[in-house]
Structure formats: structure tokens, C-alpha cells
């Protein structure tokens, strides 16, 4: 399996914007962001295709996030705007060898987003 990780996290205040890398060990095919609090489910947010053509977005986050990569640094990365404080979560990266997406293998080991108001 390909290892993932995550960077790019901290603390930012309301309106603000981030941008979260995923580099990968190696070649990665789809991609995929993710965000988890406690408590709750981790919430698919995005991906992206393997040639960048193809991304796919949560209704929740479209507008306001971008996935993005660049295969030559073997890097995804998650371009986040207009920050709010419910986008506070750690932030994970995956990886699969399907699109559409689905059936994620390999997983970063997350990156804290902390947005104040």
C-alpha cells in the first residue's frame, strides 16, 4: 500500500482560507479528502482522478473547496476557503484505484483543522 501524509493543518480564524497537502510514498491513482470530529462519521469531501480531469465534491463543500494535484511530486492537495468554525475537523487524504471513487485502501494519518470565530 502507498503511504500517505497529511500537512497544511492549523489554526485559522473564520474566513480565512488553507491549503492541505497528501504526499504519497508513490504513484497514486484517485484520491480522495475526507474530515472527521469526534463523535461523528468521516465525511467524504472530495476527489480527484488520477489525470486531474475528473474530481467529484460533497454538495456541503462545493464552492469553497478545491482538490487539486500534481503527479509529478506524487501530491494531492485540498484548497480551502471562506474557513467557518464547523470546518474544524482532522482532515484525511485516501487513496483508491477506482473511479468513480470508492473503496479507499490507504489512508494518511490526518491533519487538525482549527478554525476560530
Known amino acids: 500500500q502507498v503511504q500517505l501524509v497529511e500537512s497544511g493543518g492549523g489554526l485559522v480564524q473564520a474566513g480565512g482560507s488553507l491549503r492541505l497537502s497528501c504526499a504519497a510514498s508513490?504513484?497514486?491513482?484517485?484520491m480522495g479528502w475526507f474530515r472527521q470530529t469526534p463523535g461523528k462519521e468521516r465525511e467524504f469531501l472530495a476527489a480527484i482522478s488520477w489525470s486531474g480531469r475528473n474530481t467529484n465534491y460533497a454538495d456541503s463543500v462545493k464552492g469553497r473547496f478545491t482538490i487539486s494535484r500534481d503527479n509529478a511530486k506524487n501530491t494531492v492537495y485540498l484548497q480551502i476557503n471562506s474557513l467557518k468554525p464547523e470546518d474544524t475537523a482532522v482532515y484525511y487524504c485516501a487513496a483508491t484505484n477506482h473511479w468513480p471513487p470508492g473503496g479507499f485502501h490507504s489512508w494518511g494519518q490526518g491533519t487538525q483543522v482549527t478554525v476560530s470565530s
Open positions: 508513490g504513484r497514486t491513482f484517485s
